[in-house]
C-alpha cells in the first residue's frame, strides 16, 4: 500500500506498507462489518473506508519512499504533532532513480 500526503499542492511524502498489516486489516473489518453486519451483500460495497497513519504505523515493513525535507518544516502546521515528529525524525531515502 502506498500512502502520500500532498500539501498546498506540494508532495510531501510517499509511505509504503504491507497491506495485510494487522492493524490495518482490523481497521477495515471494523468498518466493514458496520457496513454489513449481516455480511456481503450483493452490489453493495463499502467506498468510503478510512485510515489514519495510527493504523499503520507499527508496520514491521513500513517504509519511506519519498521525503520531502526541504517542505517538511514549513508544513508542521498541516500535520499531527506525532505524525511530522515520525516524518522529520527519518532520513531522506536514497532511491537509485535519484543517483
Do not use: W
Not at 20 to 47: I, M, T, Y
Not at 54 to 83: A, D, I, M, P, Q
Amino acid at each position: 500500500m502506498l500512502v502520500s500526503g500532498f500539501i498546498d499542492g506540494e508532495l510531501i511524502y510517499v509511505l509504503e506498507f504491507p497491506f495485510r498489516c494487522r492493524n490495518f486489516v482490523k481497521n477495515l473489518h471494523r468498518q466493514l462489518n458496520r457496513r454489513f453486519p449481516r455480511g456481503d451483500r450483493s452490489n453493495e460495497f463499502l467506498r468510503s473506508a478510512t485510515f489514519s497513519f495510527e493504523h499503520y504505523k507499527n508496520c514491521g515493513r513500513l517504509r519511506f519512499v519519498y521525503l520531502n525535507r526541504n517542505s517538511l518544516g514549513s508544513k508542521k502546521k498541516h500535520l499531527t504533532g506525532k505524525f511530522f515528529d515520525f516524518l522529520a525524525m527519518h532520513k531522506q531515502p536514497r532511491l537509485p532513480f535519484y543517483d
